[in-house]
């Protein structure tokens, strides 16, 4: 009985040095947890940080998007513009080529009445000298 007695004391002096004491098991426990909540305060802050980065970085892609959104809505206008001022400008001078070729006709058959005139007028002076003569 003494050496079980023995053996035993031997066993929880042993298991003593080997675990851990309350207050040591309570700094540890302390220390662990200040330590998770050390990682979550990181983790929240680099989260946080993260996300005003992206939001940041949103706005500037929406600005540029916006400024070219805006660039190309004028140069469409700009193209239409100048679309619509070479279609009036062939318009007039069509018109103008139009007027030309109605004066140019005018005066075409001006001169084939003037001849026609002559014509009519040669054809009853000879008629006038065959019935003479």
Known sequence: MKATRQLLLREEERARGELLGRADLENVTYLYTAALAELKTGSQVKSRNDGVALKSMTAVLQREADAISQKLNEDVQRLHSDI??????????????????????????????????????????TKWISTRA
């Open 84 to 125: 619509q001022l070479d279609m009036n400008q062939r318009k007039e001078e069509t018109s103008q080529e139009l007027k030309q070729l109605d004066i140019n006709i005018m005066d075409l058959n001006s001169k084939f009445t003037i001849l026609l005139g002559e014509v009519r007028t040669e054809i009853e002076a």
